[in-house]
């Protein structure tokens, strides 16, 4: 397991199920494409990588590249790295076919390589500050943000202050509030 206080950044959920053996740490998917439109994912994005650092791990066909060199564009290349798989040919299981160019995507990749590729891009680090004391959701509760009356208007305000996507579910904005605080 790598534990890392940096943001994955990945293409989709199926990633995400993946890395989730791999990585003890906040890993972010763009919608594939649809991070091209999603003005909100893109703030996230910027916000993250100036806060923690983004790693980029993306398929290694040209829709990948293209994510990646997307996301480089909009946070500036300011504290953004790129993890890199190898071109593996193949089909990932959940699949009927292959992908267009034929090669396995983040999903179906071993675990291992996954380890070596995000450790090369320098995710195997602890977290900075151990005495550290993670927000929860029961802070949340403590200070209204959720269970009460107006909680869902006072995490509308907190997200519009901190330049956060209107539709971050409360999961999301535990897991993002620990990331850049």
């Given at each position: 397991m790598i534990r890392t206080d940096k943001t994955i950044v990945v293409e989709g959920k199926y990633d995400i199920i993946k890395l989730s053996a791999v990585i003890d740490g906040v890993v972010i998917p763009t919608g594939g494409f649809g991070i091209f439109k999603d003005k909100e994912k893109q703030a996230l994005l910027r916000t993250?990588?100036?806060?923690?650092?983004?790693?980029?791990?993306?398929?290694?066909?040209?829709a990948g590249f293209r994510i990646r060199r997307f996301i480089?564009?909009?946070?500036?290349?300011?504290?953004?790295?790129?993890?890199?798989?190898?071109?593996?040919?193949?089909?990932?299981?959940?699949?009927?076919?292959?992908?267009?160019?034929?090669?396995?995507?983040?999903?179906?990749i071993p675990i291992s390589i996954l380890e070596e590729a995000l450790t090369r891009a320098g995710a195997a680090c602890t977290l900075t500050d151990e005495a550290k004391c993670p927000i929860t959701k029961m802070?949340?509760?403590?200070?209204?943000?959720?269970?009460?009356?107006?909680?869902?208007?006072?995490?509308?305000?907190?997200?519009?202050?901190?330049?956060?996507?209107?539709?971050?579910?409360?999961?999301?904005?535990?897991?993002?509030?620990?990331?850049?605080?």
């Amino acid at each position: 397991m790598i534990r890392t206080d940096k943001t994955i950044v990945v293409e989709g959920k199926y990633d995400i199920i993946k890395l989730s053996a791999v990585i003890d740490g906040v890993v972010i998917p763009t919608g594939g494409f649809g991070i091209f439109k999603d003005k909100e994912k893109q703030a996230l994005l910027r916000t993250l990588a100036e806060k923690t650092g983004l790693i980029i791990l993306t398929d290694s066909d040209n829709a990948g590249f293209r994510i990646r060199r997307f996301i480089h564009n909009i946070c500036g290349g300011k504290n953004v790295t790129d993890a890199y798989i190898p071109d593996l040919y193949g089909k990932e299981t959940r699949k009927v076919k292959a992908s267009k160019e034929g090669k396995l995507g983040v999903e179906g990749i071993p675990i291992s390589i996954l380890e070596e590729a995000l450790t090369r891009a320098g995710a195997a680090c602890t977290l900075t500050d151990e005495a550290k004391c993670p927000i929860t959701k029961m802070d949340f509760f403590d200070f209204g943000l959720t269970g009460g009356a107006n909680s869902s208007e006072k995490r509308s305000l907190l997200l519009k202050k901190l330049n956060l996507p209107e539709h971050l579910t409360t999961n999301s904005l535990v897991t993002i509030l620990n990331a850049i605080l």
